[in-house]
């Protein structure tokens, strides 16, 4: 399926996708979740953050209002369990948030904005580990750009953006941005 929109690549980039698309991918996600779980009863969505956590309680909130269950959403810092932490400049922490009852026994979706090499994906894997056993472990992206390094796939994907290696993809969400969308940039990969 091809983007119909003109080409309007500027500074900012190139929009593939625009606050409609983005709020009609997750409505998708959401009701993917639900068929594929059975419902909510057993779901935690964890997001990665910054705009995974975003993505996840916009999830929550889409997947209460299909349901009328409140999902409980967290979030899963991923910092520590990063493999480049010696090749990049020191970061701050950010907030684990496991919601009152835990993850052991539970569906937990991870969420994220961007799937590119799959490392930030195993990253939150091993966090997880430390946090409890959950029964199954799914993962919800909001766009695919390809180029995985590792054995990583996810289960819900909004946007399957095939990319260069050379291009970016920018992802801003009104929550922590300003403002929904999606840019395909030129410039140092991601």
């Known amino acids: 399926m091809s983007d119909s929109r003109p080409d ?10 625009e606050a409609p698309d983005i709020h009609r991918a997750l409505t998708r996600i959401a009701h993917e979740i ?3 779980t059975k ?6 969505l964890l997001g990665i953050p910054t705009r995974g956590a975003t993505l996840a309680t916009r999830l929550g909130e889409r997947i209460e209002q299909f349901e009328g269950v409140k999902t409980p ?5 991923i910092t520590m369990y990063r493999d480049d932490l010696r090749l990049k400049p020191a970061r701050p922490l950010g907030r684990t948030e496991v919601p009152p009852d ?4 539970k569906i937990v ?29 799914q993962l919800a992206i909001l766009v695919d ?8 796939r996810a289960d819900y994907v909004g946007k399957n953006l095939p990319t260069a290696k050379s291009e970016k993809v920018k992802v801003y969400l009104q929550e922590t941005d300003g403002r929904d ?9 991601r």
């Open 73 to 77: 959403v967290g979030s899963i810092d």
């Open 145 to 152: 750009r390809g180029h995985r390094e590792l054995p990583i």
């Open 181 to 189: 969308a999606v840019l395909l940039m030129k410039g140092e990969a």
């Open 34 to 36: 639900l068929e594929r």
């Open 109 to 137: 979706v991870l969420v994220d904005d961007v799937l590119y090499s799959g490392r930030t994906v195993r990253a939150a894997l091993d966090a997880l580990n430390d946090l409890g056993r959950p029964t199954a472990v």
């Open 8 to 17: 309007s690549r500027g500074p900012d980039g190139r929009a593939v996708l």
């Open 39 to 44: 419902g909510a009863g057993d779901v935690v």
């Open 102 to 105: 835990g993850i052991d026994g």
